[in-house]
C-alpha cells in the first residue's frame, strides 16, 4: 500500500500476478484462442494463391514458389458476367434473409413473451427450438416431399382448389429465392429467439409495474418499454447479420436449386464450389472468396460506424 496524505492508495498488481490468480481462465482462453490461430489464421497464408497460377497437384513447395501473376484472377472475375450474376444473386437472397429472417426471431420472441401460462410458454419455445437441431439435408428433403410435382402436399391443395396442374417449384426461377429463404427463417426463427428473450429478461420489471398504473396496454408496454430495452441486442446482431450477407447459405442452396433455376439461386459459394472443385480453378475461385471477405469486413466496419452514429453500441 502506497500513502498518499491521509489515504492509502492500494499497488496496482502486475500481469503475472492476475494471471497466478486467474490461470483457469486464462487456459480456458488460450484454448479458444489456439483454436481461432489453427482453424483461421494460419489457413490465411493460402490467400496468396489468389496472385499466383496454381495447378491441383502442385506441391506445397511449387505453390510458394509459382510465378507472381498479379491482379490477373480478379481482372478476370470484374469481367466475368457469371460472377456479376452470382453476386447479383447473393446480394439479393442476403438482402431477402435479413429483411424478413432478421425481425422474425425478434417478433417471435415479443410474442413468446406475452403468453401469460409459462406451461405453454415453454411447450411453444421447446417446439419453436426443434428445427434448428434437424440437418439443412434433412429440412431439404422434407421441403422437397412437400412441394413434389408428384403428390406433393402443396401441389395437391394447390389442385384442391381448381389448380389445372401442378407446379415444379425447384424448377421455377419464380419461386427458388421464396423457397431458401423461407426455409431458412422457418428452421431458425426460434433458436433465434433465445438471444432475445434472454435479453427482454434484462428489463426491468419496474418500468412494467409503472406503466400497468399508467393504464398502458400490453402493445404500449412492447413499443416503449420491451424494444428499447432489447435495442442494444439488436444493433449488436444487425452488426453481424450485416457481416453475413454474402453467406446466402451454401448448404441449403446447393441441396434445393438446379441447372434450371441458376439464373436466380447461383450465389457466390456455389459459384466457388462448382468453379474450384469441379473445374480445379484453385487460384480464381481463391481470389473470389478473398473478394468476398473484404467486401464483408467493409460492410461490418460501415454498419458498426453508422450505428454509432445512431446513438447505438457497435462491436467496437
Known amino acids: 500500500m502506497e500513502k498518499a496524505g491521509s489515504h492509502y492508495i492500494p499497488k496496482r498488481k502486475g500481469f503475472l500476478f492476475k494471471f497466478n490468480k486467474f490461470k483457469f481462465y486464462y487456459l480456458l482462453m488460450f484454448i479458444g484462442l489456439l483454436y481461432i490461430f489453427i482453424y483461421k489464421y494460419i489457413p490465411m497464408g493460402g490467400i496468396l494463391i489468389a496472385f499466383k497460377d496454381v495447378t491441383p497437384f502442385m506441391t506445397l513447395r511449387k505453390m510458394i514458389e509459382a510465378p507472381w501473376v498479379g491482379l ?43 403468453i401469460r401460462s409459462r406451461k405453454f410458454q415453454r411447450t411453444v419455445q421447446s417446439i419453436s427450438y426443434m428445427p434448428h437441431f434437424l440437418s439443412v439435408v434433412v429440412v431439404s428433403g422434407m421441403l422437397r416431399n412437400l412441394i413434389s410435382i408428384d403428390g406433393g402436399l402443396f401441389n395437391q391443395i394447390f389442385m384442391l382448389f381448381g389448380g389445372k396442374e401442378p407446379i415444379y417449384f425447384l424448377g421455377s426461377n419464380k419461386y427458388i429465392r421464396t423457397l431458401i429463404v423461407g426455409s431458412g427463417i422457418w428452421q431458425e426463427v426460434g433458436w433465434g429467439s433465445i438471444i432475445y428473450l434472454a435479453a427482454i429478461m434484462g428489463v426491468s420489471q419496474e418500468q412494467y409495474e409503472a406503466a400497468t398504473i399508467d393504464g398502458a396496454s400490453r402493445l404500449q408496454k412492447a413499443r416503449y418499454i420491451t424494444l428499447p430495452g432489447i435495442m442494444f441486442t439488436i444493433s449488436i446482431m444487425f452488426i453481424l447479420g450485416c457481416g453475413r450477407l454474402l453467406d446466402a447459405g451454401f448448404d441449403r442452396v446447393m441441396l434445393l436449386y438446379s441447372p434450371a433455376t441458376y439464373k436466380n439461386a447461383d450465389i457466390i459459394d456455389t459459384f466457388v464450389y462448382r468453379a474450384g472443385i469441379g473445374e480445379a480453378r484453385y487460384s480464381y475461385t481463391t481470389a473470389v472468396g478473398l473478394f468476398k471477405s473484404i467486401f464483408a469486413l467493409i460492410l461490418v466496419t460501415g454498419v458498426n460506424k453508422a450505428a454509432k452514429k445512431m446513438g447505438q453500441e457497435g462491436l467496437w
Do not use: D
Open 72 to 114: 490477373k484472377h480478379f481482372r478476370a472475375l470484374c469481367n466475368s458476367i457469371f460472377f456479376w450474376q452470382v453476386m447479383r444473386n447473393t446480394l439479393i437472397i442476403s438482402f431477402y434473409n435479413l429483411l424478413f429472417g432478421f425481425p422474425a426471431p425478434i417478433i417471435f420472441a415479443l410474442l413468446i413473451n406475452e
